[in-house]
């Protein structure tokens, strides 16, 4: 359903989990539609406000001419939230990943549009030479055609550092709705809030944590910058998330919790950063901390097919698996943390995602 930018914002500014939505294949390494339908189900009926589809956790080899997934994942993704399209009478949203110099990004944004997506979620992992104003300038062409929501992807899996002063030039196009700030590295993280303070558009471009390693932390804090006109107050207000992509209902469900802490001004209970602590631990073994996130897609694929969603954790490259070790991990922080996990609720639904 067609949305303008300001309604794009309001639902943004609710404070979403937004799975960054990962890759149903079969064996063969094809496209498996049955099992790619049922992961956007699942985390539509686990409370999601979108979903992010065509972006690092989807595999950005399905962008590969040999492979060509990027159409048909984004149509079936579509396609499911059509099913739903609201959630308590809040829009679902749609979020393309976007990626490649201008020329792909033009057409990957028209294409998202075109199938009724509400923002692209926009990396710049393939402008790492250029400077800032070729940056600011490409991003201001992919604005022309679809809302943008920033992405500051960590170097470590294909991202670049951006400073402040390309961040305060990106929240001062018209068209961004939102950023979602993933460099994990705390002074990169503010360096993205200041500049969203400073140009005065705190109300207009919503918040959104990448930083799988803080999530509960970002969540919680206020952020506070003096200005002439008197104090700027921002909140991280919600994320777009590869860790959301498994134990999402209890995600959606530590998010209400942390909206209503916040929202009550009361100060945060032990337990919530206790919480923050046991959420980093599980990304750590799910993403291959040890190992320089090698395993990340591997991992989460390796929690869907334990909850039967997936049937394997088929990688697109072949050589793409978990990392040695990775597998012990995985079950350590199942062990440590079952309070985390949902897979009773995906055992009571799993045959009607899988229609």
């Not at 067609?2 to 890759?23: D, Q, S, Y």
């Not at 792909?104 to 944004?109: F, I, L, M, R, T």
């Not at 001062?172 to 950023?179: C, E, G, L, Q, S």
């Not at 558009?201 to 959104?208: D, F, T, W």
């Amino acid at each position: 359903m067609p949305m303008t930018i300001t309604e794009v914002h309001a639902v943004l500014k609710r404070g979403l989990v937004i799975p960054a939505h990962p890759l149903a294949l079969t064996a063969a390494r094809r496209l498996d539609e049955r099992r790619q339908r049922a992961l956007s189900r699942y985390y539509l009926a686990a409370g999601s406000g979108g979903l992010a589809i065509g972006v690092h956790t989807t595999q950005f080899a399905i962008r590969d001419p040999k492979i060509g997934l990027y159409r048909p994942v984004l149509e079936l993704g579509m396609e499911v939230i059509r099913e739903q399209p609201t959630r308590d009478g809040v829009p679902v949203l749609g979020i393309a990943g976007v990626c490649g110099r201008t020329e792909q990004a033009v057409s990957e944004a028209r294409l998202a549009a075109e199938f009724g997506y509400h923002a692209g979620l926009l990396s710049l992992g393939a402008m790492a030479a250029e400077g800032d104003d070729a940056l600011i300038a490409h991003c201001q062409t992919i604005a022309e055609v679809i809302p943008l929501v920033g992405f500051y992807l960590q170097p470590s899996v294909g991202g670049r550092v951006l400073g402040f002063d390309f961040w305060r030039r990106f929240a001062d196009i018209d068209n961004v709705v939102a950023i979602k700030i993933a460099p994990f590295n705390r002074y990169q993280t503010l360096d993205v809030v200041r500049a969203v303070a400073e140009t005065g558009r705190a109300r207009e471009i919503a918040l959104y944590t990448g930083n799988d390693d803080n999530i509960v932390v970002d969540l919680l804090t206020r952020y506070r910058f003096a200005d002439e006109a008197g104090p700027v107050e921002l909140r991280i207000v919600g994320g777009l998330l590869g860790h959301w992509s498994v134990w999402t209902q209890r995600a959606v469900e530590l998010v209400g919790e942390i909206h209503r802490v916040v929202e009550s001004g009361d100060a945060v209970p032990p337990a919530l950063l206790t919480r923050a602590v046991e959420v980093t631990d599980s990304n750590a073994a799910f993403f291959d901390l040890a190992h320089g996130f090698a395993g990340c897609i591997a991992g989460l694929h390796e929690v869907l097919r334990r909850q039967g969603l997936l049937a394997g954790r088929w990688c697109l490259d072949p050589d793409e698996d978990l990392s040695p070790g990775q597998m012990a991990e995985i079950d350590r922080v199942y062990r440590a943390y079952p309070h985390l996990a949902d897979d009773a609720f995906i055992a009571a639904h799993l045959d009607e995602w899988l229609r």
